[in-house]
């Protein structure tokens, strides 16, 4: 009787730890693994072609980058809704000056990687190489239980190339 008692208790225990735990439901997004890069907008007038060059724990993907014009999004606002919170909410985007290209990695990892940009400039002059080293941005936008995000992005202005903000 105390045996049968006893994994009553236990069985009873196991359920009520188990369904006191928050199920957390992870959205399904998947992360292009990518090294990013923005042409400052007082830089990008005088850019033709960017040819970027990433490595990064032991392997190089190099490729003449697809260049397209930067935006900027502008918040539209929200409607009200029915019951008092914020109902249908929009925005639009904006051109912002900016050239934005991506470079498609095989892996993109937390270790540091280095970054070099090279090209031509609207008169077909080779731009100055420039190269940036650094670790990149590690988050947890749907928090630690739904994985890590992990972005590489630079900024290339007449100055040099760096890390993006």
């Known amino acids: ?17 188990t369904s006191c735990r928050a199920e ?13 890069l923005t042409v400052a907008r007082e830089y990008a007038p005088s850019v033709r072609t960017i040819h970027l060059s990433a490595c990064q724990d032991g392997r190089c993907k190099e490729a003449n980058l697809e260049l397209v014009p930067g935006s900027t999004a502008v918040d539209q606002g929200c409607e009200p809704g029915h019951s008092g919170g914020d109902g249908v909410c929009s925005a ?44 990149p941005r590690t988050a947890h936008p749907f928090g630690e239980q739904c994985g890590t995000f992990i972005t590489a992005s630079v900024v290339l202005d007449s100055d040099g190339l760096r890390q993006a903000p």
């Not at 009787?1 to 730890?17: E, F, S, W």
């Not at 992870?26 to 990518?34: H, R, S, W």
């Open 24 to 36: 957390v439901a992870c959205p399904a997004i998947a992360q292009a693994t990518v090294v990013s």
């Open 92 to 135: 639009t985007s904006s051109p912002n000056g900016t050239l934005t290209g991506m470079l498609m990695m095989d892996t993109l990892t937390a270790s540091r990687i280095e970054v070099t940009a090279t090209g031509t400039d609207t008169a077909g002059n080779p731009l100055p190489a420039r190269t940036a080293a650094f670790t």
């Open 1 to 17: 009787m105390r045996m049968q008692a006893a994994a009553a208790a236990l069985a009873l225990t196991a359920v009520v730890a």
